[in-house]
């Protein structure tokens, strides 16, 4: 298979499956995520219940900001290390002091300095209740995050709330 005709049966796919809450809109949606489960007809509830029940609910939680933060830590230490200074003094020497000798006179000094370290620590930190939505591939439905995969099972059950004016912003 080629790489085009890989993108064209990838392009199909997407277009067939598309968004499966197409027919509610936004606000209607948001209501339906917020609906008590003892409001969605019988069939919805179920499938609520079996993927609450029987799928682990608290995976499919994302959370829409970063919950890890990095703490830079800076240590500064004040060190001192010695360095050889070296004094030239000239003076006359030689035959009846007609030459200059240099006379070199080596000596130690002690110079300050910092040396600073960094540390970064990454922080983990919980979630905001406000900032809990349900992860890629799933809607919230009924207070509970349900795979998109089975709307279809509760899509006429949905569309007839819709039809009904149950699910209003």
């Given at each position: 298979?080629?790489?085009?005709?890989?993108?064209?049966?990838?392009?199909?796919?997407?277009?067939?499956?598309?968004?499966?809450?197409?027919?509610?809109?936004?606000?209607?949606?948001?209501?339906?995520?917020?609906?008590?489960?003892?409001?969605?007809?019988?069939?919805?509830?179920?499938?609520?219940?079996?993927?609450?029940?029987?799928?682990?609910?608290?995976?499919?939680?994302c959370?829409?900001?970063?919950?890890?933060?990095?703490?830079?830590?800076?240590?500064?230490?004040?060190?001192y290390?010695k360095?050889?200074?070296?004094?030239?003094?000239?003076?006359?020497?030689?035959?009846?002091?007609?030459?200059?000798?240099?006379?070199?006179?080596?000596?130690?000094?002690?110079?300050p300095?910092?040396k600073?370290?960094?540390?970064?620590?990454?922080?983990?930190?919980?979630?905001?209740n406000?900032?809990?939505?349900?992860?890629?591939?799933?809607?919230?439905?009924?207070?509970?995050?349900?795979?998109?995969?089975?709307?279809?099972?509760?899509?006429?059950?949905?569309?007839?709330?819709?039809?009904g004016?149950?699910?209003?912003?």
């Amino acid at each position: 298979m080629t790489m085009f005709e890989i993108f064209i049966f990838s392009l199909c796919i997407f277009l067939v499956a598309g968004d499966p809450l197409e027919f509610l809109s936004d606000e209607e949606k948001e209501h339906v995520g917020k609906m008590h489960i003892l409001d969605l007809p019988i069939n919805a509830r179920r499938v609520v219940r079996d993927v609450t029940l029987h799928g682990n609910a608290t995976n499919h939680w994302c959370c829409n900001v970063a919950t890890t933060r990095n703490i830079t830590e800076t240590h500064s230490q004040l060190i001192y290390t010695k360095e050889i200074r070296d004094r030239v003094s000239h003076q006359h020497c030689g035959f009846m002091g007609l030459h200059r000798c240099a006379r070199h006179h080596y000596y130690y000094v002690s110079i300050p300095q910092y040396k600073t370290t960094y540390s970064v620590k990454v922080i983990q930190m919980s979630c905001p209740n406000q900032n809990l939505v349900c992860c890629k591939d799933y809607v919230l439905v009924a207070g509970s995050c349900i795979p998109l995969s089975e709307i279809p099972n509760i899509k006429d059950d949905l569309i007839n709330l819709h039809n009904g004016g149950v699910v209003v912003g």
